[in-house]
């Protein structure tokens, strides 16, 4: 069975810091992976995904994430957060089928 | 263009009452799906269809039933719902199965209150 599990619950910032949001999925297969974000009181935005090919993935709004298939891992990262950045981030996986597996969220605060 | 939407927004429903949730898109995407959203928790899959069949419903209680009129209209039929059912409803869209097929994009939500 696949899960996800995104290793902070919460990630305190300050505005134009870097930040990592960290994100381990565990699977027998081959997976796609994503990474979604949910500003307040809205749906959920994809910010970028991995299917296959080069291993960095860039997505918009400045994030980019790697996928390390010998850690399981697919961290996302910004070089330099704005405050319109503050939001939760939901990391997922799927194996196919329809299932979409996501992990408990991070959230991410950015203070002036 | 990546949108899906749904209408409502807001819902306010007593448990005695029958109402729906309704999610358009005009992608020619084949899979719709719906899910249920607590606060500060991920989406939970409720329901999925693929080519207008109902292809994984994850033992959803009675009271939520779905319906697929065509390929790009889904709904959400709520009737004698619980206070607990009082959740974001978020329903999504992917072209299909298969690599970049898989990619679902997710509509705006229908806030949810039960009284």
């Known amino acids: 069975a696949q899960s996800v599990t995104q290793l902070d619950s919460q990630v305190p910032v300050f505005e134009e810091a870097p930040v990592e949001l960290r994100c381990n999925y565990s699977?027998?297969?081959?997976?796609?992976l994503f990474w979604y974000v949910q500003y307040p009181n809205q749906g959920l935005q994809l910010l970028l995904k991995?299917?296959?090919?080069?291993?960095l993935v860039k997505g918009i709004n400045g994030f980019e994430a790697e996928f390390n298939k010998s850690q399981t891992s697919f961290h996302l990262r910004k070089p330099s957060v704005h405050i319109s950045d503050t939001a939760e981030y939901f990391c997922a996986v799927t194996p196919g089928g329809g299932k979409l597996i996501f992990g408990q969220g991070t959230e991410l605060s950015v203070k002036p | 263009d990546t949108e899906v939407t749904q209408t409502p927004k807001h819902l306010v429903m007593g448990m005695t009452n029958k109402k729906s949730l309704k999610c358009e898109q005009h992608?020619?995407?084949?899979?719709m799906y719906w899910y249920k959203q607590k606060a500060k928790k991920p989406p939970e899959l409720m329901f999925v269809?693929?080519?207008?069949?109902?292809?994984i419903n994850e033992s959803v209680p009675s009271r939520f039933s779905p319906e697929c009129p065509n390929s790009s209209l889904l709904n959400l039929h709520l009737h004698a719902l619980q206070p607990e059912d009082s959740a974001l409803y978020l329903c999504?869209?992917?072209?299909?199965?298969?690599?970049?097929?898989?990619?679902?994009?997710f509509g705006p939500g229908t806030r949810l209150l039960v009284l």
């Open positions: 992608m020619g995407h084949r899979a």
């Open positions: 269809y693929s080519y207008e069949k109902l292809s």
């Open positions: 699977s027998s297969v081959s997976v796609y």
């Open positions: 991995y299917l296959s090919g080069s291993t």
């Open positions: 999504a869209s992917s072209q299909a199965s298969g690599g970049d097929q898989e990619t679902q994009y």
